[in-house]
């Protein structure tokens, strides 16, 4: 029987790994006790801020013996804006976590002889700093200082960490967001007031083309209606020429969701241009791209590498967002097919597939679960499909129809270990895995992508 800890009691722990969100697992008496900040092989005293009968969550005192893996942050706010989890890991050491994180996963939810899988070692970057495509800010107007600030909230709260200078952000996005931050001040601007439900502008979207170089900003506001948006607009274009894009969206519900189904072209390209592998992409504002571009190559390739693809074979792409997976391989197969729930997405997906000059793809709106027994019913037969889910992992209709009728090959795009991990115990059943390959797309965070290769038994 596990003892029961109480809050602010003070602990002598022995940290065994790291936990799903990076931080430090311990178990105290058969107690498990999470430690944020603390690592692998760390004796540490740590204060208890959460217990409950199954668990205790605690803040790090002191490191009475550090792990040779720690480093110093060296992000000033790191410790404040949540945005990072492992920064005080060494990066190798970081990869070796994230092949860890699959294990632990894999071990939790026990799929069909998960034990012989064969897990490689995680791909990593070279400079796993500054990567990030996209910036989506909070705005808030702090009253002290008489200004704009733009950043993001502390983990778990409402409260605004101040952004000047994000280490794993692209340089340019972040410079883009700075100037745009300081004219926000400079012309007024209404800036919306969460406790009070007044003023306009929530957040910021800046995103950038790395192959391109153009930038697009995206203002989120609570109504249409945005005073002073053209003289705005006027400096923007003086004193930012990398920015091609700027489009308003309309977020008017109380909700964590940052963006609104409505999205207003204020000046300029409403795309912004992209490549990946030589295939170029435009990008909408509400389109979903991966956020580190470097890697992105990287996961894509890996995708195509665990197909094995001839001239005659038909590809399902499965959440295909822009196109991103289905148009890279379109010149090696008979037909790619795809499907995404937004319907912008499909429009430039379309509109890729067209400036390629490809014949033989198809792309509709609609979910997977719906459109991939709708496809197989009406005779469509697959070859391979690719699946890259959101978080929440397969739909349970879209995984009884793989099941139900399995093609050939399957590969399994996760950004979620856990999720990954639950859906491949119904996989396990009718594919064979192949193997695992985690790409590390967020350094310094503990996130991780996985690329999965089943083939039917």
């Not at 936990?19 to 498990?32: L, R, S, V």
């Not at 994230?98 to 012989?116: G, V």
């Not at 009070?196 to 930038?215: C, D, F, Q, S």
Request: charged share 25%; with cysteine.
């Amino acid at each position: 029987m596990a003892v029961q800890l109480t809050k602010n009691q003070t602990l002598n722990l022995k940290i065994k790994r790291l936990g799903i969100n990076g931080e430090g697992i311990a178990y105290y008496k058969k107690m498990i006790v999470f430690v944020t900040g603390a690592l692998p092989g760390e004796k540490i005293i740590a204060k208890v801020t959460k217990a409950t009968p199954r668990f205790a969550e605690a803040e790090l005192v002191t490191v009475n013996e550090a792990s040779k893996h720690r480093i110093t942050p060296p992000c000033p706010v790191y410790e404040t804006c949540g945005g990072c989890q492992i920064q005080h890991l060494a990066y190798q050491q970081q990869l070796v976590y994230k092949k860890d994180l699959l294990a632990q996963a894999l071990e939790k939810y026990k799929p069909a002889n998960y034990q012989k899988y064969l897990l490689k070692d995680t791909i990593g970057m070279e400079e796993p700093w500054h990567y990030r495509n996209k910036a989506q800010f909070q705005l808030r107007y702090n009253q002290q200082l008489k200004k704009v600030e733009a950043g993001l909230y502390q983990a778990e709260s409402h409260e605004l960490v101040p952004i000047t200078d994000c280490l794993v952000q692209e340089p340019t996005t972040q410079k883009v967001m700075n100037v745009v931050t300081q004219l926000l001040t400079k012309y007024d601007f209404p800036i919306y007031d969460e406790k009070k439900n007044a003023g306009i502008l929530r957040t910021i979207m800046v995103r950038i083309g790395i192959e391109t170089g153009e930038v697009q900003i995206v203002f989120i506001s609570k109504t249409k209606k945005l005073p002073k948006i053209n003289p705005l607009i006027r400096e923007i274009n003086q004193r930012l020429p990398e920015v091609v894009s700027i489009m308003q969206n309309i977020q008017d519900k109380k909700t964590s969701v940052i963006m609104g189904d409505e999205t207003i072209h204020l000046w300029g390209k409403s795309v912004i241009d992209e490549k990946i592998n030589q295939v170029a992409f435009e990008l909408s504002p509400r389109a979903f791209f991966q956020l580190n571009p470097f890697q992105t190559k990287v996961l894509y390739q890996e995708a195509l590498k665990a197909l094995e693809l001839t001239p005659q074979q038909k590809v399902v792409d499965a959440y295909c967002g822009v196109g991103t997976i289905g148009l890279s391989l379109a010149d090696r197969v008979k037909e790619v097919r795809g499907m995404d729930t937004i319907a912008q997405a499909i429009d430039d997906a379309k509109k890729n597939a067209e400036a390629l000059g490809l014949k033989n793809t198809r792309y509709e709106v609609g979910t997977a679960e719906d459109l991939l027994p709708k496809w197989l019913a009406e005779g469509f037969s697959p070859d391979a499909i690719v699946v890259d889910p959101p978080r929440t992992g397969l739909d349970q209709k879209l995984l009884q129809a793989l099941v139900k009728q399995p093609s050939p090959q399957l590969v399994y795009v996760s950004c979620n270990v856990s999720t990954l991990a639950r859906d491949l115990v119904i996989l396990a059943k009718t594919y064979q895995v192949n193997y695992l390959q985690s790409v590390d797309m967020f350094p310094q965070t503990a996130r991780c992508e996985v690329v999965v290769k089943l083939t039917k038994k």
